[in-house]
């Protein structure tokens, strides 16, 4: 454990991808679960000071349309962005590893189909498919979530599938085999915890794709009214774009931070993972 | 080859088919009735509700709509759209130059000027320019499309005032020629600039990628070895294999660009396919929709066909089976 | 003959032109003072204004090019067929009516000179403007009108509803339309000049699909003082001073409407210079800011159009008479109106304070007051659950206009009052089915035309009303709708509205927030809009436009 401390520690001496998105989302962790203490308002409250700019009235980021604190909102914004994020992309992640480690694990027909579906999901665009759901069937943020995850899956099942393709010619897989261990508990045993590890940095890269498919879906009116979100705030700020720019900059500052710092993370885990890469600094 | 490529082409056909049925359905269950959006809200005329639904045939079960669409997609009749009063392919028609005019701009310079910085950025590799453009590739990768538009406009436009804010022409102008050419060209710089800002750091980064995995093979060593000189090496080599990822990509983002349209067409008033689907979403136009819809899973299958043989080209090395 | 012009005079008064008002894309500015529509034109007198001062003395450039903002694509260039708010603007340039009803809401004759009721009121006999022509040539009479006419109520086209009292229409000659009426209606000469009733011409439509032949699509014919010149999709309509106009010389050389499907875009547009004439009213975040500049006239128009949360008299709590009063109490209908109102005011009675005649100051809707609200509830029954709510349920809205807005601000102040609002956003199409079509709801918010007559009330909180969503019912208000609808005594009505707000005030059917209006502003140098010649120009006329002379 301590190896592996001490290893880990190496890596991010040396891969500064990493280490800027871990600082980074440390500091988002930090003010999205601080949110009630940092606030300096009620996010939803609506105050008499309408539109001002930041600085004024005690407003550190100033108020928007409606005469809410954008500061506050901002700081509850980002438990929502994190919130869909990682719960989006872990949909994606378990439904990628499950469907592509049957795929590549149990090979044969069941494959052949799977790699078939695989290959129709990637072919639907997805992001009409979502609008379309979204649209006509509600903003309510946990459909959102539900939905963004299970149009994302594919590039996990995709990994996971040549993982697992590898990994089955292993002796350590043979030798279960042998003595034998059930196919499923294999899988479930040691194709996917040794296969999971490309896994991890790319639903870390769609968390930064979920963040930003919620912000767009909510620019476009569909988001979800009864929670604070950056992309709604935006959106709301269009109207006084001339009039008080603040409005819709600020959140957008955040939106380009947060999905920066898991993009981060992303390529810091990938590097990690491949170090042919190694010269690729 | 001949029988890979036909072998794709069926599966594409087939797959073109489950995914235009399930949007069908999807579409057509969801709630809402588009003849009485088109009656208005207050005073609906419930005659009017009755002669439009079975003139559009929407009195039909689903199954059965299902099929006469089929049926009229087969003999090339996209059907006709509700809301626009005009025949579907026409519209549809209409609707992807000005789109097609904005992305494939936008794909352009995004293309070449990410894949020429990539390039130049891995010979540079760990120069101080290297790590400048990376950075700023990365925080362009992490900027929501819609969100710099309306940075641009508020700039350039608001600010500024060099550019024009929206639209795709000036309508006063009444310009013919090349003036109407530059015209147009002026109303394009800001949502095209948009569009490529968000889309290079993707070619950049592959670009730069894989020259440097292509540089570290152990080919480049051995030629290295035999005295050629370092620019041959790459003109003639590093170049040519770098490229494939490039090109990979390419055919599905081509597809993909429509996606982003929808907001870049929102936000800067473009009259394109993008606006298209989103009001016929809230409209219900089915026809629309649906016809949208089967012209995109056609056009990704297609592409991606495409790409397999191109790939091949490039690379003699993949074989097919 | 006086019993049936008392008859005229009163239902001139009862026109029902609602059906249109909500309509946010053409919005409709209806102001007060309707009691004169009709009046004076139900003898059909030729109007007489005097077109050469109509700049008010200004010195004004002939000619010119002027474009008008729009909203969307037109579906087709049929005006009749379906209802269609992008159209309307462009219609209102190219084709005419038997009547025209101005910005004050007077008819004025139009393609009709003059026109008479039979004793009986039975007949309705219009004499037709002569030597008018259509835009390619062909001569425009009488049979034009009886063919559009006859298509519409044949074919059930939009506005059918309108001509729903007609019995048959003869042309004895080209410049004569006779029709014979079921019943006596003098409502119908105003519905003329109204929605989806444009004379078409029938030498082009005959026999052809009413939305795709060549006259819906490329090539529209009209009778109107500016010919169609080009339409492209998305981008724009040009039309063209039609030279041969048979009335006042239009003064533009050229119209474009140029569309931009954003209203914030195109209020940046117009800003720009990019655009002469808005075409629909300021957004309602820009209300104001042109008041006290003088590059740009701003017309500010309060509307009858009210802005209001209904409530489904089915829903447990809100069928309680204390809990719709404790979300009346708890609104914060001043602040709604800081912060969204636009040209609007706060909702201060429960009829719209135009309609002077029938308001009732005695009923004025209360005060904010959190704590009574609070107490009510309490006195209902209710008890607050461990987060302080007595109620917990949610709103259903659909996207349009100010509406998010409002939501999130009621929300905020009936959260403080104990009751929690989850908002539920929803497109308008899933709304129609869920709300209005399948009662699936608790708490919902509208807002639409309620004149020009008061009557107009009678269709949100009749128990049959078209659009009393929720299903609130009471007998005495039918009974009194019903008496004050026969009445021809101003002062008689006057009591009978008075108990109706009486009874409003009493059982809160709907929460009135706000009192819609539209604010229209030209650049300075633009002149002759229809808000200039109330008595003369239809609305989205431009007839008359002309730049001031450099």
Known sequence: MKKKLSAFGKELRRNSQLRSGLILLAILLIGAIGAPVFATHDPFALYDSIRVAPGTDGFIFGTDALGRDIFSQILYGAQTSLKIGVIAASISAVVGTLIGGIAGYFGGVVDKIIVEFINIFVMTPSFFLILIIVAIYGSDIRYVMIVIGLTSWPSNARLMRAQAISLRQRTFV???????????????????PNGIFPIIANTTMQISGAI?????????????????????????????????????????????????????????????????????? | MKRYILKRVLT????????????????????????????????????????????????????????????????????????????????????????????????????????????????????????ALCAVSYVFDATPSFWLGLMLILIFASWLGILPTSGMENMRGHYTGIRHVLDVMQHMILPVGTLALIQFPYYFRIARSSVLQVMSEDFITTLRATGMKEKKIFNKYVLRNALIPTVTILGSSLAFLLSGSVY?????????????????????????????????????????????????LIDPRIKYD | MKRFLAMVLTLAMLLSLAACGSDSNTETTSAAGNSTAGETNA???????????????????????????ATGDPQSFNPDYLSDDYLWPIAQNMFNRLVKLTTDDTVIPDLAESWEFSDDGLTLTFHLREG???????????????????????????????????????????????????????????KLGWYGLFILPQHLYEGQDPATCEAATTNPVGTGPFKFESYETGVGVTLVKNEDFWGDEPNPDELIFAIYTDQDTLYQAFLNGEVDVMGTSLPSANVGELDNDDNYRVFTQLAQNRTYITFNFDDPDFSKVEVRRAVELAVDRQG??????????????????????????????????????RALLESAGYTADADGYYIHTTMDVFESGNFANIAQIVKANLAEAGIDITINMMEMSAWTEKVQQNKNFSVSMLAGYQGPDISGLAGRIQSDGATNIGGYSNERIDELFALSNVETDITQRAAYYSEIQQIMSEEVPMVFLLDNGGQYAFPSNVLGSPYDLPELAASSEYTYLAFAAE
């Open chain 1, 212 to 281: 930003l498919t919620e912000a767009g879906l909510s620019f476009l009116g569909l988001g979800d009214p009864n929670i604070v979100s950056w992309g709604q705030m935006i959106s709301a700020g269009k109207t006084y774009l001339t009039k008080a720019p603040w409005i819709s900059a600020i959140p957008g500052v955040f939106v380009v931070i947060t999905v920066l710092t898991f993009f981060l993370i992303g390529e810091g885990l990938n590097r990690f993972i491949s170090p042919k890469m190694e010269n690729n600094k």
């Open chain 3, 132 to 190: 008018v022509k259509w835009h390619d040539g062909v001569d425009f009479t009488s049979a034009d009108v009886k063919w559009t006419y006859d298509t519409i109520i044949a074919e059930s086209w939009n506005r059918s509803s309108s001509l729903e009292s007609v019995e048959s229409i003869e042309c004895p000659d080209d410049n004569t339309v006779v029709f014979h009426l079921k019943s006596a209606d003098i409502t119908i000469i105003p």
């Open chain 2, 264 to 312: 870049i067409e929102t936000v800067f008033s473009w009259p394109g396919m993008g606006r298209l689907l989103f009001d016929s979403i809230g409209k219900r136009d089915y026809p629309v929709l649906s016809g949208i819809y089967l012209i995109l899973a056609i056009t990704v299958a297609v592409m991606m066909i495409l790409v397999d043989v191109v790939y091949s």
């Open chain 3, 43 to 69: 003898a059909g007198e030729t109007s007489s204004v005097d077109t050469s001062d109509i700049y008010g003395g200004v010195a004004v450039q002939e000619g010119g090019t002027f474009v008008i903002g």
């Open chain 1, 174 to 192: 043979k030798s279960a085999q042998a003595i034998g261990v059930s196919r499923l508990s294999i899988m479930f045993k040691h194709i996917i």
């Open chain 3, 336 to 373: 709604i109106f800081d912060r969204v109102g636009g040209a609007g005011a706060v909702a201060e009675y429960y009829v719209s304070p135009l309609q002077t005649d029938y308001l009732d100051e005695n009923y004025k809707i209360p005060d904010r007051n959190v704590e009574e609200a």
């Open chain 2, 12 to 131: 594409g056909i087939v797959i073109v088919l489950v995914s235009v049925c399930i949007n069908f359905v999807l579409i057509r269950c969801a709630p809402g009735d588009p003849v009485r959006i088109l009656a208005g809200l207050d005073d609906p005329n419930e005659d009017q509700i009755a002669v439009l639904t079975a003139q559009y045939g929407l009195d039909k079960s689903i199954p059965e709509q299902f099929v006469v669409y089929i049926g009229n997609v087969l003999r090339g009749d996209f059907g006709f759209s509700y809301v626009n009063q005009k025949q579907v392919i026409d519209l549809i028609a209409e609707k992807v130059v000005p789109t097609l005019l904005l992305s494939l701009s936008a794909l352009t310079i995004a293309v070449l000027g990410g894949t020429l910085l990539g390039i130049y950025c891995a010979r540079k590799n760990g120069k101080l320019i290297d790590k």
